[in-house]
């Protein structure tokens, strides 16, 4: 071995590490931003549930009860019923993850040291936040009264599969990462293989040139979503209770939004190895970790639940769990769609306006 050509070829690969800032950032970027992620992002703790209450005996014990509950970390107040129809609601449309139900004899029963059952109405169709605020509430209704015992009822996955949680946020997840890497590739191929040149020189305009990039992937997205619906639905047994429609249409914007985002890198990369990396930390990590697909969201510290909300996969897991479970459709599910929307156009406008057909590339 000579130490020479060692240290030449070494100097060599500094120098050049050291004139290319977009690699320079990428290695220094990436380390920092996955402590950053894993280190805040991932819990599998469950913090401030949303609940609501329905306090059919409004007696002092009853009461205690629910400051009991709302005084944990592991519950937040969201809300008060008055009806069975109530509690069906605030559950519905997303307002609370869960309800107390405190019956109208909860204080007598308690007087005569009698069997006191309060209910706890549990939206299933995240099963481990579910899961774990069941533990939770049975926790703090025993410690509170002994003789007490708590009746739960799950709504939307009334057996606390797992995989009906999974799935749909899996689907989203897949189609998330598909979609960006294709794209994230298809404008700087050209520029590496040498034949942007030739199709600069044609009298193609910007917004042709986006579109005849976007169709053939977008095909292979919903050909993509075909195959994981029909798999969740029949090799998974995850049941579709809302409207076809309402899922094609969803997906359909999601991987028009997520096609934007990997063709924006691919535009500002102009390296199909940068623009690889920059898709995957871009697209699949903060989608993973930062979702909801299996970290509770409200877990997580202030600052990342803010990130959270920059993310589209955010909105569509929450969008696949609410078409696939619940079947419902209101007010929360129309604004998630509307971000979706405005992300998408957002992006292509900056993709338009980054994007320059000519040599320079500038």
Not at 233 to 251: K, R, Y
Not at 323 to 334: D, Q, R, V, Y
């Amino acid at each position: 071995m000579n130490r020479q050509r060692v240290k030449a070829i070494a100097k060599k690969e500094i120098t050049h590490v050291i004139r290319d800032p977009r690699s320079l950032g990428m290695g220094l970027a990436i380390p920092v931003l996955l402590l950053v992620l894993f280190g805040y992002g991932l819990s599998l703790n469950v913090d401030n549930v949303p609940l609501a209450v329905w306090d059919q005996s409004n007696t002092l014990t009853s009461r205690d009860l629910i400051r009991d509950f709302t005084n944990s970390e592991a519950f937040q107040p969201a809300g008060v019923c008055y009806s069975q129809r109530d509690t069906e609601d605030i559950i519905q449309s997303g307002q609370a993850t869960a309800v107390l139900v405190i019956p109208p004899d909860f204080e007598e029963k308690i007087a005569r040291h009698e069997p006191a059952i309060v209910q706890l109405l549990v939206d299933g169709s995240d099963s481990n936040t579910a899961r774990l605020s069941i533990m939770y509430a049975d926790g703090i209704t025993k410690n509170a009264v002994q003789t007490a015992a708590m009746s739960i009822i799950t709504a939307y996955n009334p057996a606390m599969d797992t995989t009906w949680s999974i799935i749909p946020g899996l689907i989203a997840i897949i189609l998330n990462v598909i979609a960006a890497m294709l794209t994230s590739l298809c404008v700087a191929r050209e520029w590496e293989n040498g034949t942007m040149e030739q199709l600069i020189s044609t009298p193609m305009r910007r917004g042709e040139f986006l579109i005849g990039k976007l169709v053939p992937y977008y095909i292979i997205g919903v050909i993509d979503l075909i195959i994981a619906v029909l798999m969740a639905l029949f090799l998974f047994g995850v049941p579709l209770n809302g409207s076809l429609l309402a899922l094609a249409g969803v997906s359909g914007m999601f991987i028009f939004t997520t096609l934007s985002v990997g063709i924006l890198i691919s535009t500002a990369a102009k390296s199909q190895l940068l623009a690889s990396q920059l898709a995957l930390v871009i697209t699949f990590l903060p989608g993973f970790i930062l979702s909801g697909f299996v970290y509770d969201i409200k877990a997580m510290p202030a600052v990342v639940q803010a990130i959270t909300k920059l993310i589209p996969a955010t909105y569509f897991v929450s969008l696949l769990r609410t078409i696939f479970l619940k079947g419902t459709w209101g007010a929360a599910p129309t604004k998630e769609l509307l971000f979706l929307t405005l992300f998408a156009v957002v992006v292509l406008a900056m993709t338009m306006k980054k994007l320059k057909l000519n040599l320079d590339g500038r």
